[in-house]
């Protein structure tokens, strides 16, 4: 940031920053009253603005818990051109539900994905709507103190750490530091798979975890390339050959598309990067503009490649007559460090299975 501007900020930080101090405080001192529920409610969140993965995150959840529980997944569908209480469905949109809790639902349709701006009339829905609901998982709610889970995950950005940054605007943090004392679960996200056993070690002192919090650490996992478009199949597409160079248009509507260009150079020719704010509701003008600097590209090995998340705010325009071939979204998926995954995944199965209907602790 300029140092011209910092000063004009100044105001501008302490009256957020006064608000989030004393509407925490507000809560801790149980003015504002935070809502629990009889099942269990997993939050997923984070205190930076900007991507952290948490998409990837909640469905690793999903598939932990989805064959054995009932679960229902709640966000407040951010960016929608909807109000109150809605239930995905079949025919849901980007615009009607958002981005997020669209790919959740095309993932796994089967399962209830629902959203409301308030998270405690959203979950009193949902468990009167469904009677053998067992879960609820929570999207982008560390903020959101009006309800209390049973278990808090704070996800922490590997590239972009607590320490040393500010609340907003001079920095990135939506509250400051001191409020992961919150979080029963933290998770650094973003960790290079090769990452050292030191610079672990480091990771670890500088999260500074409370002696009652869990710290994890996850990388990101990339998946096959996935055509975008549902006019078009992967037998109709021209096939990648992996021994080959391509150039790559590289569309994307999130907050941080370094990683994903990070991913693609070793594997590429060049990188066009054409970047597009967060969450940024793509119109057939954009469609129109992105085939252009395409065809523009020379040479024949060439394709266009977009994240999950753009591609189903993508899809629901209609196919131009020169639409390529070779537009695809690189599906992606979180593992977590050397035996990391089974301890997660046992203090997550372990809090459902005491806190759900069926045991003796929730009875009692």
Do not use: C
């Not at 990837?56 to 997944?73: D, G, Q, S, T």
């Not at 943090?173 to 990452?195: F, G, N």
């Not at 260009?261 to 594997?267: D, L």
């Not at 999950?308 to 020169?322: C, G, H, M, Q, T």
């Amino acid at each position: 940031m300029p140092k011209l501007i910092k000063p004009f900020l100044y105001p501008v930080w302490l009256i957020y920053s006064s608000i989030i101090f004393i509407r925490n405080r507000l809560f801790d001192y149980k003015v504002f009253k935070s809502f629990e529920f009889h099942l269990p409610v997993i939050s997923v969140g984070n205190i930076t603005v900007g991507g952290t993965g948490k998409t990837p995150h909640v469905e690793y959840l999903i598939r932990l818990l989805n064959k054995e529980y009932k679960l229902a997944f709640l966000s407040r569908g951010y960016k929608r051109k909807t109000k109150d209480f809605i239930v995905a469905t079949e025919q849901s949109s980007a615009i009607t539900i958002g981005d997020e809790p669209l790919q959740i639902k095309r993932k796994f349709p089967d399962m209830i994905v629902a959203v409301d701006r308030k998270r405690v009339n959203g979950i009193n829905k949902l468990i009167a709507n469904v009677p053998d609901l067992d879960i609820i998982v929570l999207d982008d709610a560390y903020q959101h103190r009006s309800v209390s889970p049973g278990i808090n995950i704070l996800l922490i950005d590997y590239n972009r750490p607590l320490k040393g940054d500010s609340l907003l605007p001079l920095g990135h943090l939506r509250e400051p530091v001191s409020e992961k004392k919150r979080a029963d679960i933290i998770i650094v996200t973003k960790v290079p798979k090769d990452i050292s056993a030191m610079d672990k070690r480091i990771l670890l002192l500088n999260v500074d975890a409370k002696s009652y919090q869990k710290v994890y650490f996850s990388t990101i996992t990339y998946g096959e390339l996935k055509p975008v478009f549902n006019a078009y199949s992967m037998a109709s597409k021209p096939s990648l050959d992996k021994k080959k160079k391509y150039s790559v248009l590289l569309v994307t509507g999130i907050a941080d598309p370094s990683v994903l260009i990070n991913h693609f150079k070793p594997v590429s020719k060049e990188i066009i990067s054409v970047r597009y704010p967060d969450h940024y509701s793509f119109t057939q003008k954009d469609v129109t503009s992105i085939i252009e600097k395409y065809n523009a590209i020379p040479g024949e090995d060439k394709i266009i490649v977009t994240t999950e998340k753009d591609a189903v705010r993508l899809i629901f325009y209609d196919a131009p007559e020169n639409m390529p071939d070779a537009w695809y979204y690189v599906p992606i998926e979180i593992e977590f460090l050397t035996n990391e995954g089974e301890q997660f995944n046992h203090q997550i199965l372990h809090y459902v299975k005491n806190n759900n209907k069926n045991s003796i602790l929730y009875k009692k």
